[in-house]
T-cell receptor, first 115, second 111 residues
Framework: DSGVTQTPKHLITATGQRVTLRCSPRSGDLSVYWYQQSLDQGLQFLIQYYNGEERAKGNILERFSAQQFPDLHSELNLSSLELGDSALYFC??????????????FGPGTRLTVL | DAKTTQPTSMDCAEGRAANLPCNHSTISGNEYVYWYRQIHSQGPQYIIHGLKNNETNEMASLIITEDRKSSTLILPHATLRDTAVYYCIVRVPHYGQNFVFGPGTRLSVLP
């Protein structure tokens, strides 16, 4: 158990819908990262937050957005869902991205299925 | 971030050492080498990291060549539970420098 929690575990929805994935980082971790893992793309970095502020963006679609709240939990919002958005979504957390090793602790993931 | 090259897959007999190579010939002086693994569809798990020196922890050993252009992750006594995809990543600890996961090496530990 990494200490990172993600809800829900599974999500099944239809094309065009909007969903929200939630992540609670490990106690004491200030940085949260979101990753997408689909069968054909591997593990792709989406976005990073540090203490409530966006710090880095990866391959995140405009239909996707995220935020980190004052209590440091984070939400990833996916809208206008398409079949290709079906994937595992992982959240990770770390203390400080500039510290070595900046070990990232990953949650168990949310499996999104878009029908 | 420097690119890494790893074998697509490897097999290892249970109880034997598993040696997973990684090439990172364009690594820069301030980039660390990290190893993560992912068991089936679970979240990736940190294994070990290093800059120049060889490192060992309770999970594995990391051997980095003197020129830092390649490294080897060693699982000293592989078990069936070590079957996973192993990712070698190089990065600078910085806000904007994140982990870039390549395809990794699929290690199968065989009974």
């Amino acid at each position: 158990d990494s200490g990172v929690t993600q809800t829900p575990k599974h999500l099944i929805t239809a094309t065009g819908q909007r969903v929200t994935l939630r992540c609670s980082p490990r106690s004491g971790d200030l940085s949260v990262y979101w990753y997408q893992q689909s069968l054909d793309q591997g593990l792709q970095f989406l976005i990073q937050y540090y203490n409530g502020e966006e710090r880095a963006k990866g391959n995140i679609l405009e239909r996707f957005s995220a935020q980190q709240f004052p209590d440091l939990h984070s939400e990833l919002n996916l809208s206008s869902l398409e079949l290709g958005d079906s994937a595992l979504y992982f959240c990770a957390s770390s203390v400080d991205p500039t510290m070595v090793p900046n070990e990232q602790f990953f949650g168990p993931g949310t499996r999104l299925t878009v029908l | 971030d420097a690119k890494t090259t790893q074998p697509t897959s490897m097999d290892c007999a249970e109880g034997r050492a598993a040696n997973l190579p990684c090439n990172h010939s364009t690594i820069s002086g301030n980039e660390y080498v990290y190893w993560y693994r992912q068991i089936h569809s679970q979240g990736p798990q940190y294994i070990i990291h290093g800059l120049k020196n060889n490192e060992t922890n309770e999970m594995a050993s990391l051997i980095i060549t003197e020129d830092r252009k390649s490294s080897t992750l060693i699982l000293p006594h592989a078990t069936l539970r070590d079957t996973a995809v192993y990712y070698c990543i190089v990065r600078v600890p910085h806000y904007g420098q994140n982990f870039v996961f390549g395809p990794g090496t699929r290690l199968s530990v065989l009974p």
